[in-house]
């Protein structure tokens, strides 16, 4: 069984940075992901890394966050830089566990595919 818990979020003036952390117990995963979810919205993903390092983005935050993992500290991180207020939304860390799609389609950041999530992070925006 994997544990994720999610810490970092807040508040910020658009332009100003943010870093997520993700506390991870267990294992058996290939890949862990940032989803993030606004209100009346779909949760979408957001950065995802592999195991082997490879990692994929959501177009829109490409540029400005940076997903990593620190493996002697069993924790996933999400560095957000020039936060924008269309960022305003809750995190999620997710690992993937035992559906084989993660292995095959890991980099389309589907909810479906994580086996495992976090309670969620606020993090809002203001212009």
């Known amino acids: 069984q994997v544990q994720l818990v999610e810490s970092g979020g807040g508040s910020v003036q658009a332009g100003r940075s943010l870093r997520l952390s993700c506390k991870v117990s267990?294992?058996?995963?290939?890949?862990m992901a940032w989803f993030r979810q606004a209100p009346g919205k779909e949760r979408e993903g957001v950065a995802a890394?592999?195991?082997?390092?490879?990692?994929i983005y959501k177009k829109s935050v490409k540029d400005r966050f940076t997903i990593s993992q620190d493996d002697a500290k069993n924790t996933l991180y999400l560095q957000m830089n020039s936060l924008k207020p269309e960022d305003t939304a809750v995190y999620y860390c997710?690992?993937?566990?035992?559906?084989?799609?993660?292995?095959?389609?890991?980099?389309?950041?589907?909810?479906?595919?994580?086996?495992?999530w976090g309670q969620g992070t606020q993090v809002t925006v203001s212009s």
């Open positions: 267990g294992s058996n995963r290939c890949c």
């Open positions: 997710a690992a993937g566990g035992t559906n084989p799609n993660i292995l095959l389609r890991w980099w389309l950041l589907l909810p479906a595919d994580y086996d495992y």
């Open positions: 890394i592999h195991n082997d390092s490879r990692t």
